[in-house]
């Protein structure tokens, strides 16, 4: 096995930011001995009830859920992969883990001793990142290790 150079962490979902900022990665940044690895966290679901705002106690509901969460992640997964191979890079992992988006990406690369962190940016204006937060924001501030924040283009931040 070939020496592991650089741990590169990017945090994915089913973005467009997202997969500009794997590009970005992968066009301009990438090393030959790189070790990926991929931070994805599932959406969020709210198991309440839309008529009745009570929670949803059925099982059968639940589990429908679930298995669309873990298709939801299998196929991001699945496209990844096949990005990478279309890029000849190799991935050390696809980590999914629920929770906060940034505090994950921030965790998660922190425990896998990563040198790098890049994610995308939605660019967001003042108010909005305030009120909605911003995983990049987030991963910035709170971070063992450098980032890289990818802007999507032709959308200025404000």
Known sequence: MTDIGRRVAIGIDESVYAEQ?????????????????????????????????????????????LNEINIKVRNLEEKYKKKMEEKGMKCGRFISRRGDPGESIVHVAEREKCNLIITGSRGMGLVRRTILGSVSDYVLHHAHCPVLVCKSPGKPHK
């Open 21 to 65: 900022a794997f590009d970005f990665y992968g066009d301009n940044l990438r090393r030959d001995d790189d070790y990926l690895i991929l931070i994805h966290t599932p959406e969020r679901f709210n198991v309440m009830d839309a008529n009745l705002g009570t929670p949803v106690t059925r099982a059968s509901v639940l589990e429908e859920i």
